[in-house]
């Protein structure tokens, strides 16, 4: 097999339109999580919980690919569970995970509702939290700030492409509804004129 071979066909969501199968050669799986280590900075003392799905390009080159092609670990969950996600993230020390903004909701949710129950505050150490699958509105970012910590990422992608936006790995929420610069693909803004 070469490396412009199809690997991979994945669908769209049909958000924009008729659902499109999306071909993936080796070569952009792989260059697409280069920019994903590259762009937050993967290390090989990572540990990422993934609980997204396999079928989703990102969960495949951001939470899959990343970690392994940067040396990381990572735990591949079943499926997504927020009250799991609490037992395996402070048990085994993940230092980030990527996420839907539903998901980070219910992550939050079923962390209050721990705290309530066990009378003590939750302990993580991420230092890293990035979204995916729709925008992650400013208040719900500055929720994950203020419950882990962590630099929050609310980064930008597409089944046809991907990455294609995050802030730095530095980011503060200072601009409240950005998903940062581009990390893989040239990016122009251009007037369609007439």
């Known amino acids: 097999s070469e490396r412009t071979d199809v690997a991979l066909v994945l669908h769209t969501s049909g958000t924009s339109g008729k659902k499109k199968g999306v071909p993936y050669t080796l070569d952009s799986l792989v260059v697409g999580a280069a920019c994903v280590i590259a762009s937050w900075r993967l290390r ?3 540990v ?3 609980m997204m799905p396999l079928f989703h390009v990102r969960g495949i080159a951001r939470n899959l690919f990343g ?4 040396g990381g670990s990572l735990v591949a969950a079943p499926g997504f ?3 799991m996600w609490w037992d395996v993230a402070e048990s085994i020390g ?4 990527y996420a839907s903004p539903t998901m980070h909701q219910m992550i939050l949710r079923s962390g209050k509702e721990r705290e309530l129950d066990r009378g003590t505050t939750s302990k993580t150490g991420l230092r890293m939290i990035a979204n995916a699958a729709g925008g992650l509105l400013p ?5 994950l700030k203020e419950c882990f910590g962590a630099v929050i990422l609310p980064s930008y992608g597409m089944t046809e492409c991907m990455p294609i ?3 730095p790995n530095d980011y503060k929420l200072d601009r409240p509804g950005t998903s940062g610069v581009a990390v893989g693909p040239e990016l122009c803004v251009a007037d369609a004129g007439p």
Do not use: C, K, M, R
Not at 67 to 70: G, N, R, V, Y
Not at 94 to 97: A, I, K, M, P
């Open 67 to 70: 970690p392994t092609l940067s």
């Open 44 to 46: 090989p003392d990572d």
């Open 139 to 143: 208040s719900l970012a500055e929720q």
């Open 165 to 167: 936006s995050t802030p």
């Open 81 to 83: 569970d927020p009250i």
């Open 94 to 97: 993940v230092t980030w995970y």
């Open 48 to 50: 990422i919980l993934n």
